[in-house]
């Protein structure tokens, strides 16, 4: 037994302020400090030279890879090409109609997404039924005095943006539907429903590319030909609304039963128990599920390149092959990099913000 | 009469399915329809007879004996075969970096956990066909000529052509010694398996386990390698023309590939392995350390076991992706089943329909199989209440 007093132990020296924090999350153990300074070291090689040759070195504007040094970042290449690695081949004087479609789209996302701004159900009717009608005519012309512009002169940015929305719009109710028909009741319904979503999941998306490319062309009549636009639109579509339809059910199975058998006692038809009360709060339960499908949808929309599309990557890509800019792939394929990165991490943060709000509750 | 069958909801079900049903015969009958006159018109002639045809082009990376004049069937095996062999080895580098990557982001040291969230925010926000083309292109093709290889003790080379590895070559008595060491892996996974048993049961673990163990690997192929009078040599790769010989050759298609799937996926793996050790709840780590289990006890026989349950399906899931997303090699010519079947093979015979529905079928195999897999797994580790 201790018989003796124990002296009362000093205060720790450090409990707040800066250099408390640095002890407490830097170099709290033995091997903390060697991971700290390993780090600290490798980060103080890498970033240095990285700003020196992305910004101070660089070289910013240009005629061809000639005026560019060893030493910088040939920003010239992007900064030559940009109209065309937004618009594609448009014909120049028509590019103010993709920037209709541009700023359409900004406003619709921010109608919905920013919580303050009123009148979210008229944005919703406006960003998925009368924008994207506009757009399209606006876009592809051949309406209203406006000249027609073939899908064949789109590319760039616009294509990368087009097949995203689209994908997105048309993936989101058929997704619904299968979700819907995965659970129901009918033995016919279900099993179709279930084949098609497990076929969809289980192969590649380049298969489906190539399908849509090579094979629906023999599945319809001679006279019905599709563009190439079209035909990926309606592969990508095929495969992101199995995923979609996986993710509504997902929704869809964390609705307690009682809201349907409660829609049932009120005599409530299948029909008006959905989409009245089962399917908004389905839904709504799995937003961030939703977005992050569209954000698969949207880095897959430079699969396209495969099929002989030119998105943003691919554009970007072609001009990498100019014998006016070689060597300059690096700086290509890091301007694209940075403007998927943009769109991808701003839609993932979002999401990840919904979901902290739904917690909060 | 037909208004009371109507108002029935088992009657509109019944009605409802004929209808699907008809419609989706209809449908596919008018495709069927369309292709038949579509492939007569073309004069694309249908059937699998083409897979017994010769080929008639080379592929620049074959793990079974192949040459142009072997057929089409072939050309699907070698392909089905490159796609496995980097699945493979995505698999296996994408776990091992997602699960560093993962436990890196909940370290308590601030800058590691802090530059593994930037690893994971910044790879996968881009596509990966962009960092595909970005190893390729950027960095693989900007390497120095055979001639200027970067080497390592100048038995590892690394060049535009590839990176080159020395290759172990067995006589028939290292061929034993090999065997033996898998004889030895065997009975050393069977001891585990009845240690963990033995201590299932009794609450003792088996003596001397880990010597055991060791002795075993070690020891056996050591001592019949010596036994058989083996010899083993290796075949260190040498400049010879214009390029290397000899060793093992890995294609700079191969290796971009590699890299980009690896480095992808991780970046999903951590995530899935960050929630999974995040959802073991606190109590468990408190109880665990205030029995007086070290802090690498308490993750490996805590939470760990708890987290793998967790973790398990949607890691299963990303290599299901991993094994899809390997496709893309047909972009930088890696010749995978996509690239050299339902590419070249397709264009050289026109037969679309045929060369994709097999490709599909085998994704779709090794998706399906996967997944009933996972479900067992899950039904096998899932909590049983009382």
């Known amino acids: ?361 | 009469m037909l208004l009371r069958l109507w108002r029935d909801s088992a009657w509109r079900a019944v009605l409802f399915q004929v209808l699907l049903i008809s419609l989706v015969l209809l449908f596919g009958g008018w495709i069927v329809d369309n292709t038949l006159t579509n492939l007569e018109n073309r004069g694309i002639s249908t059937g699998f007879d083409f897979l017994s045809q010769s080929a008639g082009f080379g592929i620049i990376q074959s793990l079974i004996e192949y040459n142009e004049s072997l057929s089409f069937g072939h050309t699907f095996v070698v392909g089905l075969l490159n796609t496995l062999l980097v699945s493979a080895l995505g698999i296996v580098f994408a776990t091992l970096l997602g699960f560093g990557m993962g436990v890196a982001r909940l370290s308590s040291n601030w800058l590691l956990a802090k530059v593994a969230a930037v690893y994971v925010e910044v790879f996968r926000n881009i596509p990966l066909l962009l960092q595909i083309f970005f190893w390729y292109f950027a960095v693989l093709s900007v390497l120095p000529s055979p001639r200027q290889s970067l080497s390592l003790f100048d038995i590892f080379f690394l060049n535009i052509r590839g990176v080159f590895l020395p290759e172990p070559v067995f006589d028939a008595g290292g061929m034993i010694a090999v065997w033996a060491f898998v004889v030895a892996a065997v009975l050393t996974v069977g001891l585990v398996l009845l240690n963990k048993r033995q201590r299932k049961n009794t609450g003792r673990p088996l003596p001397f386990l880990k010597a055991t163990g060791a002795l075993l690997l070690i020891g056996l192929p050591v001592v019949t390698f010596w036994l058989a009078n083996g010899s083993l040599h290796w075949d260190v790769p040498h400049l010879k023309g214009f390029g290397f010989k000899g060793g093992i050759e890995l294609l700079p298609e191969l290796l971009a590939l590699w890299f980009a799937l690896t480095v992808y996926t991780a970046a999903f793996i951590a995530e899935v392995v960050r929630s999974g050790i995040e959802s073991v709840s606190k109590g468990q780590k408190e109880a665990a350390a205030a029995l007086g289990l070290r802090p690498g006890r308490v993750m490996n026989l805590v939470v760990i076991p708890q987290a793998m349950r967790v973790i398990i399906p949607p890691l299963t899931n990303q290599y299901l992706n991993l094994i899809k997303n390997s496709s893309l090699a047909t972009a930088i010519g890696y010749p995978d089943l996509v690239s050299v079947f339902a590419g070249t093979t397709l264009n050289q015979t026109g037969q679309a329909i045929e060369v994709i529905a097999m490709t599909m079928a085998v994704y779709l195999t090794i998706s399906l199989t996967v997944s009933m897999l996972m479900n067992m797994y899950n039904r096998w580790v899932a909590l049983v209440e009382r």
């Open chain 1, 1 to 361: 037994m201790q018989k003796e007093m124990i002296e009362a132990r000093t205060p720790p020296i450090m409990t707040v302020g800066a250099l408390a924090w640095i002890k407490g999350n830097l170099f709290n153990t033995a091997t903390n400090c060697l991971v700290t300074l390993v780090i600290a070291y490798g980060l103080f090689a890498l970033i240095p030279p990285l700003i020196q040759w992305a910004f101070i070195e660089a070289v910013w504007t240009g005629e061809s890879s000639a005026d560019c040094t060893a030493d910088g970042a040939c920003w010239a290449f992007v900064n030559a090409r940009l109209d065309q690695f937004i618009y594609g081949f448009y014909p120049p004087e028509h590019t103010w109609r993709v920037d209709i479609f541009f700023v359409q789209l900004a406003v619709v996302l921010a109608w919905l997404m920013i919580p303050a701004i009123p009148g979210k159900k008229y944005g919703l009717v406006y960003g998925l039924v009368a924008m994207p009608i506009t757009s399209w005519i606006v876009l592809s012309g051949g309406m209203l005095g406006l000249t027609p512009v073939d899908t064949h002169d789109w590319g760039g940015l616009m294509v990368t943006l087009v097949l995203a929305m689209y994908g997105m719009l048309a993936s989101l109710p058929i997704g619904v539907l299968l979700a819907l028909g995965r659970r129901s009741e009918m033995p016919v319904v279900r099993t179709f429903c279930t084949v098609y979503i497990e076929l969809w999941r289980g192969v590649p998306l380049i298969t489906v590319l190539f399908m849509a490319s090579v094979m629906l062309p023999l599945f319809v009549p001679e006279e019905i030909v599709f563009d190439k636009l079209i035909r990926a639109m309606i592969g990508m579509v095929m495969f992101q609304s199995a995923y979609m339809a996986e993710v509504v059910r997902g929704g869809l199975q964390a609705i307690p039963k009682g809201q349907q058998e409660a829609c049932d006692s009120l005599g409530m038809g299948y029909w008006k128990s959905m989409l009245l009360v089962v399917l908004p709060q389905a839904v709504r339960m799995v937003i961030p599920g939703i977005v992050n499908t569209f954000i698969a949808l949207f880095k897959d929309t430079s699969l396209v390149l495969i099929i002989g599309l030119f998105d943003l990557l691919s554009i970007v890509q072609a001009g990498l092959n100019d014998p006016v800019w070689l060597g300059t792939s690096t700086e290509g394929y890091i301007f694209a990099a940075l403007v998927f990165w943009i769109f991808c991490f701003g839609m993932s943060r979002y999401s990840q913000s919904l979901e902290n709000k739904r917690q909060e509750h």
